[in-house]
């Protein structure tokens, strides 16, 4: 049994906006409502404090380097996969964003507490806990990936991690391979994967229709075996920096990881 | 940007406090009016869902050449549909676009472009507002022209309502709304162009 927790695919059914006047007219009420209603401000306190709301408000699109069609591909080209379960939500790092808009945003982090290590591409070792960055807040909203809902605590389920090497020895911190590199089974071993992966990706293969959960570890153990025998070969991708940190502009330095 | 309200100079009254005021006291009005309740419990920019209208301002701040040039695609892509994009900056700006060296871990791993929206009409339907877009120079420096071309025309598809295009959706393998970006597909598909259309 499986659940589907991506949007549709397609574009946005057709609709109609209000008219313009009615909405300046409903927002300007507003506005001299609110200005009048200072008194009922006390009405909101916790909604209002919260920077770091447990439910996302906003959804962001991503556009992925990476594309995998193969499990075991996927598998070679992680740091790290691991089994386990959510344990605790917290604010990590907060970057203010040097674009122009200023925007300040903390990175979310899930720790999770580790069952098995299936595959580690390093010799990272089996940590007791991974951090796992999975969407982020930014002035008091929190965004999660377009088709990828917010793990919770008490979840489980297998992650496909990666951290930039060389650092990826001396992390804790990872973030996910590619949206399709988090597996979530649930209650009835209902299995949930983010975005279209029962079109394309690497879990085409499995037999998600009859299998069930056990249909996808096995397929996950025998990609991790052909990971560790060296039968799929990792992908890489280009990462660059600029030439000159100062200037954005400048010729980048690119390489491939 | 469709209404004088909704300068940026007022984007202070955007702040979550008063969002939950006015969202309250606009209900109320809604109520009061006898008309359909607004979905004033939704309280965020929440959605990034369909613009909220054709006129499309684009606002480019301090771009790389790069991604400038392949922004001007987009913005041509998008003009094959209903869609009036142009140029313009100031308060009536509906895509802010930015790019930046935002690395390649946390949730920039592996992610070549974003968008968001900033700004819903959240005491309505949802529809967007204002979009942010970002390109990350982290993987994208090293694209040429048509692997950028096809980021841009993702990223302003994205503002134009349109979400992502599976395989077995693409048959033809030409719509730059595909999850991954492709040289081979820098621009929008019929499809894409009525799914645009269509929105409107
Ligand atoms: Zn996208």
Redesign the interface.
């Known amino acids: 049994m499986t659940e589907h927790d991506d ?12 008219s ?1 006047r009615l ?2 007219l ?6 001299a ?2 200005a009048a ?1 200072v008194t ?2 006390a009405l ?1 306190p916790d ?2 404090d919260d920077p770091y709301p447990d439910v996302p ?11 995998f069609d193969d499990l075991a591909v996927m598998t070679a080209s992680s740091a790290l996969v691991v089994k386990g379960t959510a344990v605790e939500i917290r604010p ?2 907060e970057v203010v ?5 200023e ?1 300040a ?1 903390t ?1 979310r982090e899930v720790v999770v507490d580790v069952d098995k290590v299936v595959y580690d591409r390093y010799g990272i070792g089996a940590p007791e806990t991974v951090v796992v ?4 807040w930014e ?3 929190g ?1 999660t ?3 990828m809902p917010w793990t919770e605590v008490g979840q489980s389920g297998y992650f496909y991690l ?3 090497p060389p650092d990826v020895l001396a992390t804790e ?1 990872y ?5 399709a590199g988090r597996v979530l089974i649930g209650s009835g071993s209902a299995v949930s994967i983010p ?2 992966w029962q ?2 990706g690497p879990w085409t293969a499995v037999d998600h229709v009859n299998g069930g959960a056990p249909a996808f570890e096995t397929a996950i153990q025998s990609a991790a075996d052909a990971a560790a025998a060296g039968e799929a070969v990792p992908e890489l ?6 030439s000159d940190p100062a200037v ?2 400048s010729a ?1 330095l ?1 390489w491939e990881e | 940007m469709t209404t004088s309200t909704q300068s940026k100079a007022n984007r202070a009254l955007r702040s979550r406090p008063m969002r939950i005021l006015l969202a309250t006291a606009s209900a109320a009005l809604v109520l009061l009016a006898g008309a359909a309740p607004v979905q004033a419990s939704h309280g965020g920019d929440a959605n990034s869902g369909p613009p909220d209208n054709t006129t499309h301002y684009l606002e480019r701040f301090n771009l790389t050449r790069a991604a400038s040039g392949a922004t001007t695609h987009g913005l041509g892509q998008l003009d094959r549909s209903v869609m009036d994009a142009t140029y313009a900056d100031g308060p009536e700006t509906d895509v802010l676009i930015y790019d930046a060296y935002y690395g390649r871990t946390g949730s920039w791993q592996g992610i070549a472009g974003r968008t968001n929206c900033q700004e819903d009409e959240w005491w309505w339907d949802g529809d967007c507002d204002v979009y942010r877009l970002r390109y990350n120079l982290s993987y994208a420096a090293s694209y040429g022209i048509d692997s950028w071309r096809s980021l841009a025309c993702h990223e302003l598809g994205h503002t134009a309502g349109l979400g992502h295009r599976s395989a077995p959706s693409d048959t033809d393998n030409n719509s730059c709304m595909r999850n991954k970006i492709d040289s081979s597909r820098p621009r929008f598909d019929a499809h894409d162009i009525s799914a645009i259309n269509a929105t409107f």
């Open positions: 949007a549709p695919p397609d574009p946005v059914p057709s609709r109609r906006g209000p313009r909405v300046a409903v927002a300007a009420g507003a506005v409502l609110a209603g009922s401000w909101w909604a209002v408000e906003g959804v962001y699109h991503a556009a992925d380097v990476r594309a990590g790092a964003y040097d674009d122009g808009s925007a945003v990175d960055v999975e969407g982020y002035n008091g909203i965004y990936r377009e088709g990666t951290a930039p911190t973030a996910y391979i590619h949206e975005g279209h079109e394309e991708i280009s990462v660059c920096v600029p954005e502009d980048p690119c």
